[in-house]
């Protein structure tokens, strides 16, 4: 398709398992981002990807947060012993080269941790 | 203080009416504005960028004051498809980054 693909788009796991999700930014968009989103709250910042630059990951909650990008196009965000305060939408964004400063986001990925 | 700052609302307002949404922002040095919307359990999508001058889309008008750190969003002539959440958007570049700080989004309700 021609928009960002997430996925899953719906995760249930049990606290204390790991889990990756997966984001296929738009063709030729460089700038990738993960932001995370808790019930009734907003966009929180997680980690910005930029070509073939070391990212910034300063909006990493724990060190239980880990995110690559391999060739500079599919990017996995992975939780590991996820606790239940982990449950949130994790949405990602791509932008163009252009910097028009549009953020195109995917669906998101809804994860619940029991 | 949170680095843009926005009323959560709701603001319920009929059909027609015009409203206003404020923001402020906390850091000078941020670079670009923008409004997003946000329609229930649906991702952020461009509403509009945010010019010092001002600018407007259609019922959509746009302003920011730099001076004040304050960015204005007015719908007129209100719709029921209006209602979702507004999220205000800066951009702010560092070293090595640049990121889109999002407000916690101002919530409109129009109705009929």
């Known amino acids: 398709g021609a928009g960002v693909s997430q996925s899953p788009s719906n995760k249930v796991t049990e606290k204390g398992k790991d889990v990756e999700l997966r984001c296929d930014p738009i063709?030729?968009?460089?700038?990738l981002y993960w932001y995370r989103q808790s019930l009734g709250q907003g966009l929180e910042f997680l980690i910005y990807f930029q070509g073939n630059s070391a990212p910034d990951k300063s909006g990493l909650p724990s060190d239980r947060f880990s995110a690559e990008r391999t060739g500079g196009s599919v990017s996995t965000l992975t939780i590991q012993r996820t606790q239940q305060e982990d449950s949130a939408v994790y949405l990602c964004?791509?932008?163009?080269?252009?910097?028009?400063?549009?953020?195109?986001f995917g669906e998101g990925s809804r994860l619940t941790v029991l | 203080r949170k680095e843009v700052e926005q009323d959560p609302g709701p603001f319920n307002v009929p059909e027609g009416a015009t409203v206003a949404f404020n923001c402020t922002y906390s850091?000078?040095?941020?670079?670009?504005f923008f409004w997003y919307r946000q329609d229930c359990r649906k991702e952020p999508k461009l509403l509009m960028s945010?010019?010092?001058s001002g600018n407007e889309d259609g019922r959509f008008t746009a302003q920011l004051n730099r001076a004040s750190q304050y960015i204005s969003l007015l719908i007129r002539d209100s719709k029921l498809s209006d209602s979702a959440t507004y999220l205000c958007v800066v951009s702010l570049r560092g070293v090595g980054t640049y990121k889109y700080i999002f407000g916690t989004g101002t919530r409109l309700k129009v109705l009929a």
């Open positions: 850091n000078s040095a941020s670079q670009s």
């Open positions: 964004a791509s932008r163009g080269v252009l910097n028009t400063g549009e953020l195109f």
């Open positions: 063709s030729g968009h460089t700038a």
């Open positions: 945010v010019y010092s």
